[in-house]
């Protein structure tokens, strides 16, 4: 079945150390991906999208992704990780030739960052 | 603008209770989405609406759920009887279709006792 898949259940680290998130998709054709955080008791916030162009697309709070169509894969990373970075992580793909506005999430990557 | 919100932010409520969340889209926006999200469950799409038409609700898990959005600037969802195991985060966001970009209301934290 299509899907959206978050290989990494829990992440800890401690600050300072880099972070990178593994989201892969099973989609052919053009999709739009996006990198969702939730902090705890909070709601889902947008941290960074891809539509078109360069693939290393920058976001908020030092985050980036990278976009790899031979890989089917879109991969959060962050050179140097804080405490207030702990947060769950959800990949999502607006799959394509879909103009519903349906997104498909992932199954969330929970980090937490050791002061 | 105010963004995505949601009423009420909690509720605490006994089995076979009524029990109907609200939510106001961003003002403009034409697509709004019901989820849920539990600690085993994750977060689980309900239903979602494409200018005020339901398109999918195939994520509802019961006939005890239902959702209405009578306008683009309201949307209700209902659950009746209420169980112990509905209780979870419901979350409602809005988009414009053109932009697929969702936005999360804060949520409502449904305790059924």
């Known amino acids: 079945a299509q899907s959206v898949s978050q290989h990494n259940h829990h992440v800890i680290l401690s600050e300072a150390a880099s972070l990178e998130l593994g989201c892969n998709y099973s989609?052919?054709?053009?999709?739009?991906l996006f990198w969702y955080v939730q902090y705890p008791g909070q709601h889902l916030q947008l941290l960074l999208k891809y539509f078109s162009g360069d693939p290393l697309v920058k976001g908020i709070k030092g985050f980036e992704a990278e976009f790899i169509k031979s890989k089917f894969s879109f991969n959060l990373r962050k050179p140097s990780v804080q405490w207030s970075d702990t947060a769950e992580y959800f990949c999502?793909?607006?799959?394509?030739?879909?103009?519903?506005?349906?997104?498909?999430f992932g199954q969330g990557t929970t980090l937490q960052v050791k002061p | 603008d105010a963004g995505v919100i949601q009423s009420p932010r909690h509720e605490v409520t006994e089995m076979g209770q009524e029990v109907t969340l609200r939510c106001k889209p961003i003002?403009?926006?034409?697509?709004l989405f019901w989820y849920r999200q539990t600690m085993m469950r994750g977060l689980e799409l309900l239903i979602y609406?494409?200018?005020?038409?339901?398109?999918?609700d195939s994520g509802m898990p019961e006939d005890r759920f239902s959702a209405k959005m009578p306008n683009a600037s309201f949307s209700t969802l209902k659950i009746q009887p209420s169980e112990p195991r509905d209780s979870a985060v419901y979350f409602c966001?809005?988009?414009?279709?053109?932009?697929?970009?969702?936005?999360f209301g804060a949520g409502t934290r449904l305790s059924v006792l």
């Open positions: 003002s403009g926006h034409n697509s």
């Open positions: 999502a793909v607006k799959p394509p030739r879909s103009n519903t506005g349906k997104l498909i």
């Open positions: 966001a809005s988009s414009l279709l053109a932009k697929n970009i969702q936005y």
């Open positions: 609406f494409n200018n005020n038409v339901p398109i999918d």
């Open positions: 989609y052919g054709g053009t999709v739009n």
